[in-house]
């Protein structure tokens, strides 16, 4: 299974953060409205890097790395 990197945007939750400092995860999408994703972990920390530079309102930016985990099913005979 290939691995790939995916971004991950943190802000406050207007409509439920009053009083509180809970982040609400959002998925960042590219220009077609498919999920934004990286070959190489290396790429989407440097990508990352330069958006947690430049947030102005407090936004977080962190990278989720999606494809390597394997669920393996054991077929339990019926004898």
Known sequence: MKE???VIKHHLNPTTNVGENKTLPVLMLDKDGEPLEFESKQEAND???ILNLNS???????VK???RKV?????????
């Open 4 to 6: 790939f990197f995916i």
């Open 47 to 49: 990508f990352v890097e």
């Open 56 to 62: 102005n309102q407090n936004f977080r930016y962190e």
């Open 65 to 67: 790395q999606i494809g």
């Open 71 to 79: 669920i393996r099913m054991q077929r339990v005979s019926e004898d």
